[in-house]
């Protein structure tokens, strides 16, 4: 089940370009839920859209 759920939420991300909100929505959760989902399987959020790698 960890595996579909991984399959799951990797693709939604991915269609979303990484947008976690969005991709709650497509996935019927809420974001919350979605970052916990995350967490619970060690996937890591993209960075900001525009942050810098320098964090300035």
Same mark, same amino acid.
């Given at each position: 089940?960890?595996?579909?759920?991984? +399959?799951?939420?990797? !693709? $939604?991300?991915? $269609?979303?370009? #990484?947008?976690?909100?969005?991709?709650?929505? !497509?996935? #019927?959760?809420?974001? /919350?839920?979605? +970052? /916990?989902?995350?967490?619970?399987?060690?996937? =890591?959020?993209?960075? =900001?859209?525009?942050?810098? $790698?320098? #964090?300035?």
């Amino acid at each position: 089940m960890r595996d579909d759920s991984l +399959h799951l939420i990797a !693709q $939604a991300l991915a $269609a979303t370009n #990484g947008n976690v909100t969005a991709a709650a929505k !497509q996935l #019927g959760i809420s974001r /919350r839920t979605l +970052h /916990r989902k995350m967490n619970e399987m060690n996937l =890591a959020e993209a960075p =900001a859209r525009g942050a810098d $790698a320098s #964090g300035s």
